[in-house]
């Protein structure tokens, strides 16, 4: 068994209230979290026996069971938080009493505004840190080609992984989209993520793939937001600090799982990956994706960023934990030059960040500048 890090969170989110939200993409573990740390009763709301129990009296079942409770797909029964809230407010002492897992974030969330605020701890679950399958003796390099989502890394072998990677974005466009009632078609929804794993770790532009799709931008707009409720991509937004240049505005587009986009990318071996004119791109969303999870584990708090100007001076991620700020570049090659850690020196010197990282696949860590070190990638994260 793989121990995720979020374990302990979860652990001390209980002890502190009484209902735990574990949010996630689906086929992300939170299931498999759950079962082990927990005892109590599991029911999956999108299956049918288990969504019997409460679809005629919400209350009478939820009274029913011992705690602690595990609700999966909670967000599949709206009628289920008002009753949540009555129960907790018949005894606010009682912590981990009930734990809710679900894959669609904003419904959840405004859910839990509504009737869970102050009652519930949120916590996310992602793919798979490297932290945690170093000591299964899984190289960082083949975290990278298949990414996070348990099922994927651990796959017997390329066509297994081939076939779970497919798997899982069919049963994303053809069944959670149309559940969603999102106005778009399977078929449109596929080719957008198609086309947002081509711009993978570039600015997004709205308008480029509205004429893409044949679609507004404000509807193109929407359908990223999906995507983002679904936990598929990552907008990461522009930093503003109080400098006199002219910065570019716009996000970057990710997707989160580096290996759902070597699947659209057609890319199936670390050969292909290394050779891949995507690879640096690629590199820099898991290094991305990696660092914000650690981080924000550590701090939900913690503020993610990318800087760039329009003269070219570009920072791959501005972390801002409180009143510091860290830039961070990324680097897939074995070796850095200066202009690898130029932008951060100059960064430092201008006050945009208080210190800068390297982060390359190379085994030597060293510091080239004054508040600027190189670190190699499997230290940072192992």
Avoid at 7 to 17: E, I, M, N, R, Y
Avoid at 95 to 120: D, Q, T, W, Y
Avoid at 212 to 218: D, E, I, N, T
Wanted: aromatic share 8%; charged share 25%; glycine share 8%.
């Amino acid at each position: 068994m793989i121990r995720r890090q979020t374990t302990q969170l979860v652990h001390d989110l209980a002890s502190q209230f009484p209902a735990v939200l574990i949010l996630g993409p689906r086929q992300c573990g939170k299931t498999t979290l759950a079962k082990e740390m927990l005892t109590g009763e599991y029911f999956d709301l999108e299956k049918p026996s288990d969504r019997q129990v409460f679809d005629g009296d919400p209350e009478l079942a939820l009274r029913r069971f011992p705690a602690p409770l595990i609700i999966d797909e909670a967000q599949t029964l709206p009628d289920l938080f008002p009753v949540l809230r009555a129960l907790i407010d018949e005894d606010r002492r009682h912590v981990g009493r009930f734990f809710l897992l679900g894959s669609v974030n904003p419904f959840l969330l405004e859910k839990v505004s509504e009737s869970l605020a102050g009652r519930v701890g949120i916590v996310e679950l992602t793919p798979f840190l490297f932290s945690e399958v170093a000591a299964h003796d899984i190289a960082l390099n083949t975290l990278w080609l298949r990414g996070g989502m348990p099922d994927a890394c651990l796959a017997a072998g390329t066509a297994q992984w081939r076939r779970w990677q497919e798997n899982y974005l069919r049963t994303f466009v053809e069944r959670d989209i149309p559940r969603q009632r999102a106005g778009i078609s399977p078929v449109q929804m596929r080719r957008l993520i198609g086309l947002v794993a081509h711009r993978h770790g570039g600015l997004l532009n709205l308008s480029e793939l509205a004429r893409a799709l044949g679609v507004s931008y404000h509807t193109v707009r929407e359908h990223l937001d999906v995507l983002e409720a679904h936990f598929i991509i990552r907008r990461l937004p522009p930093y503003f600090p109080n400098v006199g240049k002219r910065l570019v505005k716009s996000p970057k587009l990710y997707l989160r799982d580096c290996g759902v986009l070597h699947h659209l990318l057609g890319i199936d071996s670390e050969r292909a990956l290394l050779g891949s004119p995507y690879c640096g791109r690629s590199w820099e969303g898991l290094m991305t994706e990696q660092l914000i999870t650690r981080e924000q584990l550590a701090d939900p708090a913690v503020e993610c960023y990318h800087y760039r100007t329009h003269a070219g001076a570009e920072i791959d991620l501005v972390l801002k934990r409180g009143p510091e700020r860290v830039g961070y570049e990324f680097k897939s090659s074995l070796s850095v030059s200066k202009r690898a850690w130029s932008t951060l020196a100059q960064a430092v010197v201008e006050q945009v960040i208080d210190r800068g990282v390297v982060v390359y696949a190379g085994t030597r860590r060293f510091q080239p500048a004054q508040s600027v070190e190189v670190l190699p990638a499997a230290d940072l994260l192992g």
